[in-house]
């Protein structure tokens, strides 16, 4: 399906109930700088979307620091803290209820959400993944493309579903690896492409679902 029908199909299960601004719920373990690319683009005019909710499983992370720089709601979920993953994701899925956010993004999320918490957000979770999938699927995809000797990597925005990165692609974007790039060097150029490719993505199912029924 093209990524334009995935958008379509995302914006179908989506009611905003702010009609200028759709609210995403971003989902991140550690660093956050696509946190922060979200948060960047989301105040500026082209925006048709802000973030309603930040969540981190790690104490201390940066992502939580981020949210709190900009006054955006956030809770720190550590699913350490929980006896059973059921325990976790109903506490995942509770903040997200409570911020009302319509929109769940995992943006260096590293836990496998279970089939019930996507049912629950059906076709509205989406996934950013550093490698041009179908290649490369799960952890150090990064490292799986130098491996293997590719001449180009990138990164996917997908759809989830119940399998590992193995959702509806909605966009890529690509760049060269070079014969002198290591680990760092490469994480930094997907890192640059992802900054754009995430709110770009992002904002499209924003516009889609605001500008429905408007003619
Ligand atoms: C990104 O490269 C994303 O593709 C992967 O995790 C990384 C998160 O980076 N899933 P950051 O925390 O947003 O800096």
């Given at each position: 399906m093209p990524g334009e029908d995935i958008i379509s199909l995302i914006a179908s299960h989506i009611e905003s109930k702010d009609k200028s601004r759709l609210s995403i719920g971003v989902l991140s373990s550690g660093n956050g700088s696509n946190l922060q690319a979200l948060i960047?683009?989301?105040t500026t005019k082209d925006s048709y979307f802000k973030v309603g909710s930040v969540i981190s499983n790690?104490?201390?992370?940066?992502?939580?620091?981020?949210?709190?720089n900009h006054g955006i709601n956030y809770h720190l979920v550590d699913h350490r803290a929980f006896n059973e993953r059921l325990a976790f994701e109903n506490?995942?899925?509770s903040c997200l209820l409570e911020d009302d956010v319509q929109l769940v993004v995992l943006a260096g999320f590293m836990r496998v959400l279970s089939p019930s918490f996507l049912a629950r957000f059906k076709n509205c979770v989406i996934n950013l993944h550093p490698s041009l999938l179908p290649?490369?699927?799960?952890?150090?995809?990064i490292k799986q493309a130098l491996i293997?000797?590719?001449?180009r990597t990138g990164s996917t925005v997908h759809l989830v579903?119940?399998?590992?990165?193995?959702?509806?692609?909605i966009a890529q974007s690509?760049?060269?690896i070079f014969s002198d790039d290591d680990l760092a060097s490469v994480t930094d150029r997907i890192k640059q492409l992802e900054h754009a490719l995430?709110?770009?993505?992002?904002?499209?199912?924003?516009?889609?679902?605001?500008?429905?029924?408007?003619?």
């Open positions: 960047d683009f989301s790690t104490p201390g992370s940066l992502a939580l620091q981020r949210a709190q506490k995942l899925m290649k490369h699927r799960g952890l150090n995809a293997a000797k590719d001449e579903d119940d399998g590992l990165d193995t959702g509806p692609i690509s760049c060269p995430l709110p770009s993505v992002v904002n499209k199912i924003a516009r889609t679902v605001i500008t429905k029924g408007v003619f």
